[in-house]
């Protein structure tokens, strides 16, 4: 019996230590098979992305074929053409010169801006737009600087003046007459140092930016019939004079014009209803204006 028990025991053991064998033999090759598996995963999602990408390398190369041969060298877009508006002194030799390109090139495979930019190098051009045509021509809008006034600088102490008149826009840009051009017929600003002059640029010169402002203010106020503004003479640090039509002279600050003009067609009104011409106006003290008539 007790034989029996020992030989019975020890066939439980063999059979326990068999079943821990098959479940660590089992478990050994259920890791083997998930490693596999994850493997021909890995390998699939590698092999798809190998291949959108060469797919998308391909689109990639065949649209940039196509769309050079639907657009890039496409006859139709050849640029044949040139409008410039509107009818302006600048050349359009000059103008097409400046921009860079030529009749014959491809217009889609233009830079717009850098056209633009090109050609607004020119001094008097204030600003263009540039615009594609399709199929064949390049589009030009011009604004032509348009001076409103002639700058004669005055020279410095034994200089002599390679050029004695500029023109001179509303914004203040300074321009060289061309060559054996006839000057315009524009109100004169005088008094400015040549060194302070400085041709292709936006002057500074604050006294030269009042005459300006004071030009365009004076074609709307009420006494710019009694006042002859063909010439301004810069004095020195914010102050100009102009004459009148009879010959007498109109002294100027060069801030607060609008309440100069108030001023001085008080004393206009005041000489008309006593019969008498103004000789001389100083409006540069805050009060107390010095004024003299002729009798």
């Known amino acids: 019996m007790r034989l029996d028990r020992m030989f019975s025991r020890l066939g439980k053991k063999q059979r326990a230590r068999s079943r821990r064998a098959r479940h660590v033999l089992a478990a050994k090759m259920s890791a083997k098979s998930g490693a596999q598996e994850f493997s021909r995963r890995l390998g699939a999602i590698l092999l798809l992305a190998g291949s959108l990408a060469t797919a998308a390398l391909v689109t990639s190369i065949g649209m940039d074929a196509i769309l050079g041969a639907l657009l890039y060298r496409n006859q139709d877009f050849t640029l044949r053409r040139f409008v410039i508006e509107p009818t302006i002194k600048?050349?359009?030799?000059?103008?097409?010169?400046?921009?860079?390109?030529?009749?014959?090139?491809?217009?889609?495979?233009?830079?717009?801006?850098?056209?633009?930019?090109?050609?607004?190098?020119?001094?008097?051009?204030?600003?263009?737009?540039v615009e594609r045509h399709l199929p064949d021509t390049l589009f030009l809008l011009v604004e032509e600087r348009r001076p409103v006034a002639l700058l004669a600088p005055t020279p410095s102490a034994g200089m002599q003046l390679?050029?004695?008149?500029?023109?001179?826009?509303?914004?203040?840009?300074?321009?060289?007459?061309?060559?054996?051009?006839?000057?315009?017929?524009?109100?004169?600003?005088?008094?400015?140092?040549?060194?302070?002059?400085?041709?292709?640029?936006?002057?500074?010169?604050?006294?030269?930016?009042?005459?300006?402002l004071f030009l365009r203010e004076s074609l709307l106020v009420a006494v710019r019939d009694g006042l002859d503004c063909s010439k301004i003479v810069l004095e020195g640090p914010g102050r100009f004079h102009v004459t009148t039509p009879r010959g007498g002279k109109i002294r100027f600050r060069t801030t607060d014009l609008s309440e100069q003009f108030a001023r001085l067609n008080v004393i206009f009104e005041y000489a008309e209803n006593k019969g008498q011409v103004v000789q001389t106006v100083d409006l540069t003290p805050d009060r107390n204006v010095p004024v003299t008539f002729l009798n």
């Open 162 to 212: 390679a050029q004695s008149m500029y023109y001179i826009d509303s914004r203040g840009f300074v321009l060289k007459p061309k060559p054996g051009e006839k000057l315009m017929a524009l109100p004169v600003i005088c008094g400015i140092s040549s060194d302070e002059v400085v041709e292709g640029e936006l002057t500074q010169h604050p006294d030269v930016k009042a005459a300006l």
């Open 90 to 129: 600048i050349g359009k030799g000059e103008l097409v010169g400046a921009s860079g390109v030529k009749i014959g090139q491809n217009l889609l495979q233009m830079s717009l801006d850098e056209i633009r930019c090109s050609i607004e190098k020119i001094p008097h051009v204030a600003s263009v737009r």
